[in-house]
């Protein structure tokens, strides 16, 4: 599967988001989805992941509440919804496919090229 992530870009603190992962092929909705963020000079982390039907639902304590992930397998396509964002939201985020579920990025085997949040104080 290939993966295409959009709709970073530069918010005040405060302000919402929504990422995109776009993906190919016709086997989307065979694949758990996640999205992991890297800052400078800091390792990626994870974020979320959605299981295949949508139904299950994993989050970093640092962005509960605030993030919601979301998926629609007719479209082929993965969201990221982020509200009350905060400077340290900035990263480049990556959108990435794995056969399970799992907050592990080890466990994703399929990566979207990234789309950088920047978030203004």
């Known amino acids: 599967v290939q993966l295409q992530a959009s709709g970073g870009g530069l918010v005040q603190t405060g302000g919402s988001l929504r990422l995109s992962c776009a993906a190919s092929?016709?086997?989307?909705?065979?694949?758990?989805m996640g999205w992991f963020r890297q800052a400078p000079g800091k390792e990626r982390e994870f974020v979320a992941t959605i299981s295949r039907n949508g139904v299950s639902t994993d989050y970093a304590e640092s962005v509960k509440g605030r993030f919601t992930i979301a998926r629609d397998n007719a479209k082929n396509t993965m969201y990221l919804q982020m509200n009350s964002l905060k400077p340290e939201d900035t990263a480049l985020y990556y959108c990435a496919a794995s056969r399970v579920y799992s907050s592990n990025w080890s466990q994703y085997h399929y990566w979207g090229q990234g789309t950088l949040v920047t978030v203004s104080s």
């Open positions: 092929g016709r086997t989307f909705s065979s694949y758990v």
